[in-house]
């Protein structure tokens, strides 16, 4: 071959520069250039740019300006950073990269670390003793399963594509959208806020009840409440400003203080297990002197007689003795028993009292009812307790559950670790508490369960003094555990507050977006430590625990709405990794969080329901006219209208974009659709839910033919209602065909209702036709573009199934050059339908000489995992060879047929006699004949041809609906023929430009048909149109076409609208 028609690489490629985060966020890509250029111009700028594009690719050279290649576009979502990064100090050196967590470090330990708190230690026993053994483990199982059914749910959003830091209140703004989100994220802030509270709260509680009872300054708290909780308030205040100043000058001391209270909490857990089997016949360290079956406490054990005068002095203060006291007789009662004494039997039903009532055994009113008024040295309730409020006592016992979603931006892969990470913390964590339920109620005398602050042994806790070796192990590890989640919650609630200011969803919060030099949240820290403050004022963890508890269940319940909605709508983008999830599970867990929360405490649920109420409605409304409906139809078109002008203030996040489709569909004389099975094809489509208008074009003057529009839209409508597409349809008059239907497309549908994808059929006799026939398919092109919307033209649309039919196969995509994803996200809509449900994916791409095919395809397959969409996937090299004489030929040929045309001047009925001749004499020995025959479905062959000619022209007539109107064989060609002939033969010389492009579509369907031949459906890259308004570019451009999907039965061409449509976001 001579050298001028060699195609060679160039030396040097173009590099493309392609934003990462436009592609991840949803942007626009490259503008699409409107400008009207000189052809001439145009000409030589493409010669110019030729060099610069691989010869395997030049039929897509226009899109290459402004659409990426695959290998560029997978290559940068693989290396995506997912994490926020930190504030940084310019002084510091650089740091080295931090090394990615894994499921134990990530997400196991840090749950175990948050789930496990301060009411284990100083309340599950209490709980146990007051609840009995099975409303005990009940309670547990309850507050378990809320957490369990929320991790789950959790899971699934989580899974959903990457999840930037920032835990549920990410999760929820990013599926329910800002309003919802704002309220869950403010909730979630005030119930981490109040938890540090509640943790200075127990932390000071354990040092003041346990360690250090004479540092009270209000006196002996154990004979007055009010001067317990004012002390607590006292110490938890100072407490709470040593601990803020910790948090404001070194983050660092708080992360690594987790390691430390992590251990504490671990060893702790470990040494009352051991200690439990260790004591398992019981000790003689505790015992309790007890009046009757009352509790007493400040009692000497030498003393607990009845013969000594100290108890007398007590209960006979004016020589006139209590009654109970002179009826009952006091014993010693050992507290710790062990498993083997059978107390279990003593613990197993529940023993509520109401405030001021004595603890006891049984429940005769004689032993519970004070009737003396003096309560001495009895031990009485401090509070009125039920199962409810246990629930909501023990609640912040299985928080945390969000602490592995909060580091997402630090794991390596986030989408496996925490469903994993999280529900094996869940099961770890309710099986201690679970077990530690019964092991409780089976080792510790039932009274001393009940002595909440173990007054009746000396002000000792009864978990520690279970533990083994001693107690201290329990009381140093307890304080470490709670002082370290309490500075947890003080470090991440400011930053929760931070992030949700710098959405700038909630305006008065503006203030708390700004950072300090350090990059610290200072004003969301003052703020934090105001609210905290507020809490501690309560100075009463019993009060503390179900109040925040609202706001955890108010949160949690928010995570199981997100996940239900989410998976009831059905939305394209929802497809979680995580499999082991169900709509009911998350109602479920939705049911169980307001249902805990109204038994708990009402007015409490109706402080947080209300609070999420007020910061929904300021974020929905702020700024815009409140409106009212009058009656039903009124509320309905209020809320229509109210719709429509919300999705008129911009296009739609790329996680909301749905096919809205617009099927452009031709009439045939009769005023039937053409193409009947393209309305299948689109309600195959319809697993995205989006909405479907259908309109067909008459030419005429609608004033005269307004009867024949009338039928031609009933007729739309009856084939739309037997193929099952739900929508709209209309028919429009216009005097020429390319003007209504770019008419149409510029103006259909009705604000962010707008169709933004278009189906057109594939003009099939678009040779026998003539100009007319492309020129109007290709106006559409443009205008579709023009206007940023999709364009699908499915080829071989008869071949294409039944929406009834189930086929099995694969579906082959070819993904050239990325121009949104909709190449990802049309085969996934359409394996939702139950048609192309048992297709397989598979995914090929191009890779061009530069390309590292074995990266290239692990790129690929990382893009894919994160899309959450499985498809097989295959790089298809294509060696850089020359073109062939085969290619060299059909170019000449098509060039040649176009210089007759226009130097001929034909009709119609010419036209496809001298077409069909040129393809008669200069394909003798060519291809062979393709087994494909794209039939046109309303033509009808009339005639019979014999085999050699039919053969013949299959080899460069795929579609034939040409052969409907028959050509005259060559032995009967006019003159004008034999002239068009004979200058055919003088020509030798075609354009390089029409050279490459042609080779560009034969080595692409060579490698096409190899792979996918036996394929359900082909899905191809459509090429752009050529920019010049010219015929022959027109011509030729058609002609590409039919090379580049030769030998192919059912193939759609895809061209995406400029903006992304799929992303790897949650």
């Known amino acids: 071959m001579p050298d001028r028609f060699q195609v060679t690489k160039a030396d040097e490629d173009t590099a493309l520069d392609y934003n990462q985060d436009e592609s991840a966020s949803g942007k626009l890509l490259g503008d699409i250039h409107d400008e009207t250029l000189d052809s001439g111009d145009i000409h030589r700028a493409e010669e110019n740019q030729k060099s610069s594009i691989d010869p395997n690719l030049y039929l897509y050279d226009d899109d290459l300006e402004t659409r990426p290649h695959i290998s560029t576009f997978i290559s940068s979502i693989a290396n995506y950073e997912n994490t926020i990064p930190a504030a940084t100090d310019p002084d510091a050196k650089p740091a080295a990269p931090s090394a990615r967590m894994g499921t134990l470090i990530g997400v196991f330990l840090p749950c175990i670390q948050n789930i496990f708190g301060v009411i284990l230690f100083i309340r599950l026993t209490w709980v146990v003793g007051t609840a009995g053994a099975v409303c005990g483990f009940l309670i547990v199982l309850t507050c378990c399963c809320v957490t369990m059914l929320t991790a789950i749910s959790m899971s699934a959003i989580a899974t959903n594509g990457v999840v930037p830091a920032g835990g549920s209140y990410f999760m929820i703004s990013r599926s329910l959208g800002p309003e919802f989100g704002g309220a869950v994220g403010m909730l979630f802030y005030t119930g981490t806020t109040l938890a540090a509270a509640m943790y200075i709260v127990g932390a000071v509680e354990i040092v003041l009840t346990y360690m250090a009872p004479w540092a009270s300054i209000f006196g002996d708290f154990t004979k007055d409440a009010d001067a317990m909780y004012n002390n607590f308030r006292v110490y938890g205040t100072l407490l709470l400003i040593f601990m803020g100043l910790i948090v404001f000058l070194g983050v660092k001391f708080v992360n690594k203080f987790a390691t430390v209270a992590l251990a504490c909490v671990i060893l702790s857990i470990i040494a009352v297990y051991v200690g439990i089997f260790d004591n398992i016949h019981g000790n003689e360290k505790l015992y309790m002197c007890v009046l009757g079956k009352r509790l007493l406490k400040d009692i000497p054990l030498e003393n607990c007689t009845k013969e000594d005068s100290f108890l007398r002095d007590i209960y006979c203060p004016d020589g006139k003795c209590e009654e109970y006291y002179l009826a009952n007789n006091v014993t010693k009662v050992k507290g710790i028993k062990g498993l083997a004494s059978g107390v279990f039997y003593d613990n197993i039903f529940p023993s509520f009292l109401e405030k001021g009532q004595f603890i006891s055994y049984g429940k005769n009113a004689i032993d519970i009812e004070n009737t003396s008024g003096e309560s001495y040295n009895q031990i009485m309730a401090d509070i009125t307790t039920s199962f409810t409020l246990l629930i909501g006592i023990f609640f ?92 947890q919650s003080l470090t991440g609630a400011p930053r929760l507050l931070q992030a949700i200011a710098r959405d700038e969803i909630i305006p008065f919060l503006a203030p708390f977006a700004k950072s300090s030099k350090r990059g610290e949240p200072t004003r969301a820290l003052l703020l934090t430590i105001v609210i905290c403050q507020c809490g501690i004022l309560l100075g009463n963890v019993d009060l503390l625990a179900p109040l925040l508890s609202m706001f955890f269940l108010m949160c949690y319940g928010f995570v199981n709405l997100a996940c239900a909605v989410q998976t009831l709508l059905r939305t394209p983008n929802w497809r979680p990794r995580f499999k082991f999830y169900h709509w009911s599970l998350s109602l479920i867990g939705l049911t169980l969080c307001i249902s805990v929360m109204i038994m708990t405490s009402w007015y409490f649920a109706l402080i947080a329901m209300g609070m999420a109420i007020i910061i929904y409605k300021y974020i929905e409304y702020r700024g815009a006219e409140k409106e009212w409906g009058d009656g039903i139809r009124g509320m309905a078109l209020t809320a229509a209208r109210y719709s429509l002008l919300r999705l008129e203030e911009g296009p739609p996040h790329t996680k909301n974009w749905r096919p809205q489709i617009l099927v452009l569909s031709k009439l045939n004389d009769n005023l039937l659709p053409k193409y009947r099975k393209i309305f299948s094809f689109a309600t195959q489509l319809k697993a995205g839910k989006g909405l479907t208008i259908c309109v067909s074009v008459i030419k005429g003057d609608h004033t005269k033919i307004t009867n024949k529009a009338v039928d031609a839209k009933a007729t739309l409508r009856k084939y739309m209602t037997d193929e099952k597409v739900k929508g709209f349809c209309d028919v429009l008059v216009s005097q020429q065909i390319g003007e209504g239907l770019s008419s149409v497309i510029q103006t259909i549908g009705l604000g962010g209702m707008k169709p933004n994808t278009v189906i057109i059929g594939w003009p099939y006799s678009w040779r026998q036709e ?56 049309l085969p996934f809509l359409l394996k939702q339908h139950r048609t ?147 200058d055919f033969k003088s020509s030798v010389k075609p354009d390089e430009f029409n050279v490459r492009r042609m080779h560009t579509a034969i080595k692409l369907n060579e490698v096409i048909v190899e792979k996918s031949q036996d394929a359900q459906l082909v899905i191809m890259n459509l090429p752009g149109p050529p920019r010049e308004v010219r015929a022959e570019r027109e011509s030729n451009y058609m002609e590409f076409l039919e090379v580049l999907t030769e030998g192919l039965e059912k193939v759609l061409m895809v061209r995406g609208g400029g903006r992304e449509v799929i992303t790897i976001y949650s």
Request: aromatic share 8%; proline share 3%; charged share 20%.
């Open 770 to 825: 003539g100009r007319n026939s492309w020129k109007t398919f290709i106006q559409t092109v443009r205008t579709v573009a023009a206007c940023h919307m999709a364009l699908m033209v499915p080829k071989g649309i008869n071949f294409y199934p039944e929406s009834n039919h189930k086929i099995g196969g694969n579906i082959d995509i070819w993904w050239i050059v990325h121009d949104g994803g909709l190449l990802m996200l």
């Open 396 to 487: 912040p016992s299985v928080t945390g559950i969000m602490a592995g979603s909060n580091r997402s931006g630090d794991l390596a892969d986030a989408q496996k670790s925490i469903p994993i990470g999280t529900i094996c913390a869940i099961l770890t964590t309710s099986t201690v508490y679970l077990s530690s339920v019964m092991f409780f109620a089976g080792t510790v005398d039932n009274l001393l369960l009940r002595d909440k602050f173990g007054q009746s042994i000396g002000g000792k806790l009864v978990v520690a003094n279970i533990a083994w070796p001693n107690q201290w192990v329990i009381l140093i590890g307890s304080f470490l555990s709670t002082l370290g989640a309490g500075l």
């Open 836 to 982: 192309w449900r048992n297709c397989k994916l598979r995914i090929f791409t191009v890779a061009q000489i530069e390309d590292n095919s074995i990266q290239m395809k692990k790129d690929l397959k990382t893009f894919l995992y994160h899309l959450r969409i499985e498809a097989d996937v295959e790089v298809v090299e294509m060696n850089n060879s020359d073109i062939s004489a085969y290619t060299y030929e059909r170019t000449l040929m098509m060039e040649q047929r176009n210089q007759m045309l226009r130097a001929l001047g034909l009709n119609k009925k010419e036209n496809s006699k001298v077409v069909q001749t040129i393809v008669d004499h200069h394909y003798d020995a060519t291809k062979t004949a393709s087994k494909v025959r794209f039939a046109d479905p309303t033509i009808e062959e009339t005639q019979h041809h014999d085999s050699q000619n039919d053969e013949k022209r299959n080899s460069i007539d795929l579609d034939g609906p040409e052969n409907a109107d028959t050509p005259e064989t060559t032995s009967n060609k006019d003159e004008s023929t034999e002239k068009a002939d004979g």
